[in-house]
């Protein structure tokens, strides 16, 4: 069908519905390093108002961001759960605490809104590779001054995610999450690399070359699994760190299993972004 006019058009919702599934805690990795990570730059906000941008079948892990933004960082944050599917927002309203928290029918346009932060999990993971930088670009394009998109991708259970933060200049950096205690290999990982790097890992990207290179310091870190596996993996960040890597956190990010490098370190080969 034809839009009867550009004002129709603009206003639909851009990108196509998502599987929908989800789970309580699901995103809990990624909401808290945003809250170590992002938190500075919402409590100088004008205006924090936060997108979940398409968070599924059940408001559930809106629900989270919203409690653990507001305990982590500010009180009157603002968050804003987006979905294209009509019928998944008229399922949100019950949750819904306005004005702290609202459900809306929106995509990548973002509603209309000029949010300080977006937190887009789990979007991207059906869309081809090539879609994935106009993606980033038209979330970026309305975003208030300096703000973030952080886009990524988990397991059902949370327990493996991979997600870079975004900002209008492209992608910052990458950081790799496990739940160490269930962790058997760093290249359990590669799994849940975001879209934009999930294909790239084979020989000759830089990507798999950091995947390897923290498989192989998980390994060779063996003798500290006596200590438990975040003294094995404390070791296993150390000497990527040691090994050249632009490894941009310290150990007090790494004891909850993660890694954060640099974009640049890890980019396709011949990516603009």
């Known amino acids: 069908m034809v839009p009867r006019s550009r004002a129709e058009a603009a206003a639909r919702p851009q990108g196509v519905v998502t599987r929908g599934t989800t789970n309580p805690n699901r995103l809990r990795r990624v909401d808290n390093w945003i809250v170590e990570t992002c938190g500075d730059r919402l409590r100088d906000a004008a205006d924090p108002l936060v997108v979940d941008l398409g968070y599924g079948a059940t408001p559930v892990t809106a629900v989270e961001l919203r409690a653990r933004l507001a305990a982590g960082v500010r009180a009157d944050v603002r968050v804003v759960g987006l979905e294209i599917d009509p019928a998944r927002v008229a399922a949100a309203q019950p949750a819904a605490d306005a004005p702290r ?12 809104l000029r949010p300080a932060l977006v937190r887009a999990c789990n979007v991207l993971r059906q869309y081809d590779e090539a879609e994935v ?13 300096g703000g973030l998109l952080v886009e990524g991708t988990c397991d059902e259970l949370g327990r493996l995610g991979g997600w870079l933060l975004i900002d209008s200049a492209g992608p910052r950096t990458l950081t790799l999450a496990a739940k160490l205690t269930t962790l058997g290999s760093p290249a359990e990982l590669a799994e849940r ?17 950091l995947l390897r290179d923290l498989d192989d310091a998980w390994r060779s870190a063996a003798a500290y699994a006596a200590f438990g596996p975040r003294q094995r993996w404390l070791r296993a960040v150390t000497a990527v760190r040691d090994g050249g890597w632009p490894v941009v956190d310290g150990p007090r990010r790494w004891r909850h299993g993660e890694l954060t ?13």
């Open 261 to 273: 490098v640099d974009w640049s370190a890890v980019a396709p080969a011949g990516s603009t972004a």
């Open 193 to 209: 690399l975001p879209k934009a790097l999930i294909h790239r890992n084979v020989p000759g990207e830089a990507i798999h070359g």
């Open 101 to 112: 928290l609202t459900f809306a029918r929106g995509g990548f346009e973002l509603a209309g």
């Open 133 to 145: 930088a106009a993606a980033w670009r038209a979330v970026t394009g309305r975003l208030a001054p």
